[in-house]
């Protein structure tokens, strides 16, 4: 999409970290915007904010917020991991302003990939919610890789803003890296 398509919005960002991520509006997000199979405790995330790359941000639209995204910063990617606009206020191109955001900031070296519930899986409970999101990346450019995943039950796609090849190894160094870092996490009694 071009620039001149998007509605005039303009959102501050502020950037979280593990010292202001204890938020009630995060957390109520984070909460609501993904599926529990696909969340990390968020107690457990923020503890990750000091132990990865993560680009944490809030956005807001005056004093009203808006969304969340959270990229994971690796040596050869740049992995959109959560991307949630507030339910109420979906539709109204806040999703548009910030995924093209996004894929400015993060338009280097680096691809900038995502997965995303496949639109393809049979079995989906919500495959036109699929195809919607699915439709909304194409827009700005995604393209689909030969690459996906299934986890509990849930197939993922993965799709990339670059024509650089991502092949399905790519894909598991970083769950495996991710994994790495879980399994060593402290855990509270």
Do not use: C
């Not at 938020?23 to 923020?46: K, M």
């Not at 999703?95 to 900038?112: M, N, S």
């Not at 909304?136 to 995943?149: A, E, H, I, M, Q």
Request: glycine share 6%.
């Amino acid at each position: 999409m071009k620039g001149n398509e998007f509605p005039s919005i303009s959102l501050t960002r502020v950037e979280i970290d593990s010292n202001n991520a204890d938020n009630e509006e995060l957390r109520r997000l984070y909460g609501t915007a993904f599926p529990v199979e696909e969340q990390i405790p968020y107690d457990d995330l923020i503890y990750l904010l000091d132990k990865l790359d993560i680009d944490y941000t809030a956005y807001y639209d005056g004093e009203t917020f808006v969304g969340l995204t959270m990229v994971l910063a690796l040596p050869r990617y740049h992995w959109g991991w959560y991307f949630a606009v507030r339910e109420e206020l979906r539709g109204k191109g806040y999703g548009q302003v910030i995924l093209a955001a996004l894929l400015e900031k993060y338009h280097d070296e680096r691809p900038f990939i995502i997965d995303i519930e496949s639109p393809w899986q049979a079995d989906a409970p919500n495959p036109e919610q699929r195809a919607r999101r699915h439709a909304f990346y194409v827009r700005f450019g995604l393209k689909d890789t030969p690459t996906s995943r299934t986890f509990d039950g849930i197939t993922y796609t993965i799709m990339t803003n670059s024509d650089k090849p991502f092949a399905q190894q790519d894909y598991d160094d970083i769950i495996a890296a991710l994994r790495s870092v879980w399994e060593n996490m402290p855990r509270q009694q």
